[in-house]
Structure formats: structure tokens, C-alpha cells
């Protein structure tokens, strides 16, 4: 089907799906088949098809996954007209689960209002060493969902009466923008920079629950700042956009940890928006700390984006042209990346 797609051809498979249907199968192969031939390009097999039998080539752990992502996708069919691209990504993502040998259900976050699954075998390894480890990090590209399943976790811990509350910081940085020309104290300024929390806390608690929450200080969203000379116990803590903290500020801000709570911290190094040449606190904590048992790095990329397809493919193009023109600045970042991935000491 499609030609583009040059696969190593090891096995040949059959799949087919029942019941035999013109209407749903032409969903699921989309206008021109271009489901099948995006599908086809992710997992590197090809796919023909005559009606509902479906002929692979390819790989065979691909085929595997090619196989369990069609039925999937035609399950999908008996409820939707069109399968649009979003559909198909994450259900490649979970796809690539059965590499890992990380059971899904090992790692459901269940709040009030929503379950929430791991998508892709990342999502579903940090979701472990959150849940099993007091400090943890989600280190990686926009859009992998290092953010939204610790918020997750967050709202899960304090529903189950785990914690007494949720503190979700971020440093106060001028990320090209002057905060000083905005209205308000501290604290009002930096809330727009704040609203992904916002958003994440909403969909999974209600936006009645949370400001309830927050009046009464059993959720709390504060810059860094505010997080100096406090000592916080049986809270679940999630420091977001981390690669904008000091040296001094992550320090400071990991020696806050008291009894009985739980930490995350979120960044991505290639998003640093610290004045040129001054050190990024996420950069460095990844050196310190990479031999310290109980905590744990978790490394994403952009085959773990969760966003729109095209998502992993900018982040791929940056690193390329960036990588190609010596225009970025994160030689040191990674460095330490690559020391911490090479080193057998960091799995906590």
C-alpha cells in the first residue's frame, strides 16, 4: 500500500478483522488509506489488505504491534465515523508498551473524576517510580506528559488521604517576557505561568473543588520563592519547569522535603530560559544526585509526545538543526544527560 514504507521484510502475517464490515473497514483505513500508510511508516511494516483480511510484513515484535493496534482501531470503528491522527498516535504509544514488560495496570491513576492510563512505555515507568520512590524526576521534551501525570498522582495520593495537601511550584522566571509590567504582587504575577496546573487540577477534581481546595490552603500554587525556610510534611509536591531553577534554588528547594511527602520535579533541558551562561539547577542535579538510592531520573523523548503527531515531529527538527548549525546552548545539559542514561547507579 505504500510505497514509501521499506521495511525489512523477516515474517509475513494474516490478521483478520470481524465483523466484515465495507463502512468501518474504510474508517479504518481512512481516505487514500492513509491510516494504514501512517501506521505503516511508525512501526516500519507494510500492510495490504483485501476486505477485512490484512496482510503484514515487517519485524516481527512490529507485525505484533501493527496486529494489536488494527483490531484496536477497528474496535474504535463501531462508535466514530473518522479515525483521526490523535487516535491512531496514542494508540501506537500504548503499543509500544508490550516492549517494556511494564504492566499498564500496575500504573492506572484513578481521581474523582477520570482514570488515567499510561500512554507508551515512559509514561508507564514514571508512573511507577513516582509511586514508588519519595523523589522523582520526569526529565524531557513539551508534550510527553511528564506535568499532567504527576498532577495525577498528586490528586490520587490526596483523594486516598496519602497526603494532607498538594503544593505545585514553579520557578518565577521571565521567560522572554518582563514580569515586572504585570499587575499584582508576586504571586498574581506569575499565575498565568501557573495555568497548566490550573487546568490539569480542574479536569481531574472540578474547578469548584480546587478553588475550594485552595481557599481552605490544602492545595497551594506558588512560585519557588515561596518555598525558602519552610519544612513540608505529608504533601505531594511537584516542582514544574525546573530546567529555570538555580543550582541554588533546586537545592534549596529539595532540602524543603519533610516526612511523609512525596516530590516530583518536571523539566526539560532544552527549554532553558535562565540568562546565557548561568547554570540551570536541573542540569546539575542530574550529576549530583544520579548515585543516590531512592531517587529516580526518568528520561523522555519525542517518540513519548502525547500531543499532536507533528508535536515529536518539531522536537525532532530542533534537535536536528540545532544540533546541525551549533545553535544550542545545552552542550552541558547534554552531557549530563548522557552520564546519567550510561549510568547503572540511577535506577533508584
Do not use: W
Not at 473524576?113 to 513539551?142: C, E, M, W
Not at 512560585?223 to 538555580?246: C, H, K, V, W, Y
Not at 546539575?284 to 531520573?297: A, D, K, Q, T
Request: proline fraction near 4%; charged fraction near 25%.
Amino acid at each position: 500500500m505504500n510505497d514509501n514504507a521499506n521495511p525489512v521484510v523477516a515474517l509475513t502475517t494474516t490478521l483478520t478483522l470481524q465483523p466484515n464490515d465495507s463502512k468501518r473497514l474504510a474508517v479504518l483505513c481512512g481516505p487514500v488509506d492513509q491510516n494504514i500508510k501512517y501506521i505503516e511508516r511508525r512501526l516500519n511494516v507494510r500492510i495490504r489488505n483485501r476486505a477485512n483480511v490484512f496482510e503484514l510484513a515487517g519485524d516481527d515484535l512490529k507485525m505484533l504491534h501493527a496486529k494489536k493496534v488494527l483490531t484496536e482501531l477497528y474496535r474504535e470503528t463501531e462508535k466514530v465515523s473518522v479515525l483521526d491522527k490523535e487516535t491512531i498516535h496514542l494508540h501506537l504509544q500504548q503499543a509500544s508498551l508490550a516492549e517494556s514488560g511494564v504492566e499498564v495496570g500496575s500504573a492506572i491513576i484513578t481521581t474523582r473524576r477520570k482514570t488515567i492510563k499510561p500512554r507508551g512505555n515512559n509514561q508507564a515507568i514514571y508512573l511507577h517510580n513516582i509511586l514508588s520512590h519519595d523523589i522523582s524526576f520526569g526529565v524531557g521534551p513539551a508534550g510527553t506528559g511528564k506535568t499532567y501525570l504527576a498532577v495525577a498522582c498528586a490528586v490520587q495520593a490526596l483523594e486516598s488521604q496519602q497526603v494532607n495537601r498538594i503544593l505545585l511550584v514553579r520557578p518565577a522566571v521571565e521567560a522572554g517576557e518582563k514580569l515586572g509590567f504585570l499587575p499584582g504582587d508576586l504571586a498574581q504575577k506569575i499565575d498565568p505561568y501557573l495555568r497548566p496546573l490550573y487546568d490539569a487540577l480542574y479536569e481531574m477534581l472540578g474547578e469548584e473543588r480546587v478553588n475550594k481546595y485552595i481557599e481552605r490552603g490544602i492545595i497551594e500554587v506558588a512560585p519557588l520563592a515561596f518555598m525558602r525556610g519552610r519544612t513540608l510534611n505529608n504533601a505531594f509536591i511537584i516542582l514544574d519547569e525546573s530546567q529555570n531553577t538555580t543550582p541554588a534554588q533546586m537545592k534549596m528547594f529539595l532540602t524543603r522535603i519533610g516526612f511523609g511527602s512525596t516530590a516530583i520535579i518536571t523539566g526539560d533541558i532544552t527549554q532553558i530560559d535562565l540568562p546565557r551562561h548561568s547554570k540551570s539547577g536541573l542540569v546539575e542535579v542530574m550529576r549530583v544526585l544520579r548515585n543516590v538510592v531512592g531517587i529516580h531520573f526518568t528520561f523522555f523523548d519525542s517518540s513519548d509526545v502525547v500531543r499532536h503527531p507533528l508535536v515529536q515531529e518539531i522536537v525532532d527538527a530542533y534537535s536536528e538543526y540545532e544540533a546541525a548549525n551549533g545553535v544550542s546552548d545545552q552542550t552541558e545539559a547534554e552531557d549530563a544527560l548522557a552520564v546519567i542514561e550510561n549510568s547503572s547507579e540511577n535506577s533508584g
